[in-house]
């Protein structure tokens, strides 16, 4: 049911005017002497204001911009962002944010450009589909059955686990798809999702790429609303939506201590378009500015493209013909300029892939000759788990499909520490929640443009024992296991085989159903026939690779 007007009557107990200035997030800026704030009012303020300072006296005042959001029935509401400006590396700054009518925030703080000590890292937490029920990786207490999860409730269970916990983080990357979904019940499923985050997103820059929840023409207004406040540096600088023209957050780059980071959106291989700005627009800057980050990788030298979509995965049908149509195009790219990792979500699990290029791997972190690509899509929401369908082929070093999130800890030019966080409370016990599941090192002493004659070469079989783990949380569930050890996919093709397609289906049905009893869901594979990916060809499935 669609209730108009939801928002304002949301914030009746959180001790706010009904208009106050609320789901604060702030960016790193376009220099490293800015950072800039967004934030929401449900009416018009007028001149929008910023003040900060070293300390909560603040004393810096910057005016800021306020646009109206008229794309949600039966209401409009107002974005309003500002920079803080002049700013010193290194340095905590407190701020808050609002207008004459609608008052003012509460006052954050937030690091700019921390100078990690001595021998020890930056630390960047990476995650991909993010709700705002189910946002399990949030904190312990989000719940599949509300909404709300802001940082009261997240108080009321434990708070030394989950992004909550991240506070000495010094930037949180969002890879698409946010919400579910940014314009639900005209935009106030948004609201709740932006209220929640607030309590990481005020205090630690909170940067992001575009999803496929974002493709609907209001869900994308509202993605590019709610996210003007990128240091967007796009060819063209303005994207145009139902809501008008504003920042072009479809891609854009930033450095942040040691890493050059470059958002892009894999809708653009999908029909997303504004007439404008277009796959081609992209391709274009996108060699432009990596161009330019070879040349200063003597300054920064690790390169992270991030978007949405797999390039490379191993999960389900998605990792066949939608990731080989986004691969075909970009891995030579990412090839020729040395990008040392593509980080995606999409897929709801996790999986890091050792060095890949067309589909050839070297199973080590060593000097990596490829891109490395991981999928980090388990945040969580309301389309939870994702089962594993495919068998783990060998440039697969690790996947799991728990909720969970990456921590990124970046050492110096040439150590990089990887971390993955398992943060699932639905078939896991409380214990579990924060456990690091994953750990691993990358070292990489050449940075540049990777070379084909030292490029991977081992042609993808099955996983190899001892290279690769796979942690698939849905293989118990089926009641096939034998025994034998097999892996699930066999095991799937040898019932198949013996009972029939019709009592495969019967039995994902009863699965589904029987885990949906439990308090918790996996997603139904069988909507998109990723259930029957390679388990349709057990006997001949082989992996598409781009074309040399």
Not at 43 to 49: A, E, L, R, V
Not at 73 to 87: I, S
Request: glycine residues 8%; aromatic residues 12%.
């Amino acid at each position: 049911m669609k209730v108009h007007g939801l928002a304002v009557l949301l914030l009746a107990g959180t001790g706010l005017a009904a208009s106050a200035p609320e789901q604060v997030h702030v960016s790193l800026g376009v220099t490293n002497d800015v950072l800039t704030v967004e934030w929401v009012t449900q009416q018009d303020g007028g001149s929008s204001i910023i003040e900060w300072g070293e300390t909560t006296s603040l004393g810096q005042k910057g005016a800021g911009d306020s646009r109206a959001f008229t794309q949600d029935q039966g209401r409009t509401w107002y974005t309003h962002v500002a920079a803080m400006t002049g700013l010193k590396e290194n340095t905590r700054y407190y701020y808050k944010v609002g207008d004459s009518v609608n008052g003012m925030s509460a006052t954050f703080n937030v690091m700019n450009k921390r100078k990690p000590a001595p021998g020890q890292p930056y630390k960047h937490i990476l995650f991909g589909d993010m709700g705002a029920s189910c946002a399990f990786t949030l904190c312990e207490a989000c719940t599949q059955s509300s909404y709300h999860c802001d940082a009261a409730v997240c108080a009321t269970n434990r708070t030394n686990v989950g992004l909550i916990a991240e506070t000495d983080a010094d930037m949180f990357l969002h890879v698409g798809d946010f919400a579910y979904n940014l314009d639900t019940s005209d935009g106030t499923v948004g609201d709740y999702f932006f209220r929640n985050i607030e309590q990481v997103a005020a205090y630690t820059p909170y940067m992001i790429s575009h999803g496929n929840h974002e493709d609907g023409a209001t869900a994308l207004a509202h993605f590019m609303e709610n996210f003007r406040l990128m240091p967007s540096n796009a060819i063209p600088p303005l994207y145009t939506t139902t809501n008008g023209a504003t920042t072009n957050s479809m891609y854009f780059s930033w450095d942040h201590g040691l890493v050059h980071y470059i958002a892009m959106s894999t809708e653009l291989w999908f029909g997303i378009t504004d007439g404008n700005t277009t796959l081609d627009t992209f391709i274009a800057w996108v060699k432009d500015d990596l161009d330019k980050a070879n040349k200063n990788r003597a300054n920064v030298p690790w390169i992270v493209m991030h978007g949405h979509r797999s390039i490379y995965c191993s999960c389900d049908g998605d990792c066949h013909d939608d990731a080989y149509t986004v691969r075909e195009t970009m891995e030579p790219i990412l090839f020729d300029y040395g990008v040392d990792f593509f980080i995606n979500g999409h897929e709801h699990n996790y999986e890091r892939m050792w060095p890949t290029y067309q589909n050839m791997s070297d199973q080590s972190n060593m000097d990596p000759k490829a891109t490395i690509y991981v999928v980090t899509g388990a945040a969580g929401s309301p389309e939870m788990h994702e089962p594993f369908t495919y068998p783990q082929p060998s440039w697969s070093a690790f996947r799991s499909n728990s909720f969970c999130y990456t921590r990124m800890y970046v050492y110096n030019a040439t150590h990089i520490h990887w971390q993955q966080v398992q943060t699932d409370p639905t078939e896991f016990p409380g214990s579990d929640y924060g456990r690091v599941i994953d750990d691993t090192w990358i070292v990489q002493h050449n940075h540049g443009p990777f070379n084909a004659t030292l490029a991977p070469k081992a042609k993808p079989t099955s996983c190899p024992e001892g290279l690769c783990q796979s942690h698939d949380h849905w293989r118990p569930l089926l009641g096939l296991d034998d025994g034998s050890g097999r892996p699930t996919h066999a095991l799937i093709a040898e019932f198949r085989e013996k009972h029939g397609d019709d009592a495969w289906r019967e039995k994902l049905a009863g699965l589904l159903k029987t885990v949906q009893g439990k308090g918790t869901r996996w997603e139904d594979v069988r909507e998109d026939g990723n259930s029957d990916g390679a388990w349709a060809y057990p006997k001949g499935y082989s992996w598409r690779h781009s074309k040399s």
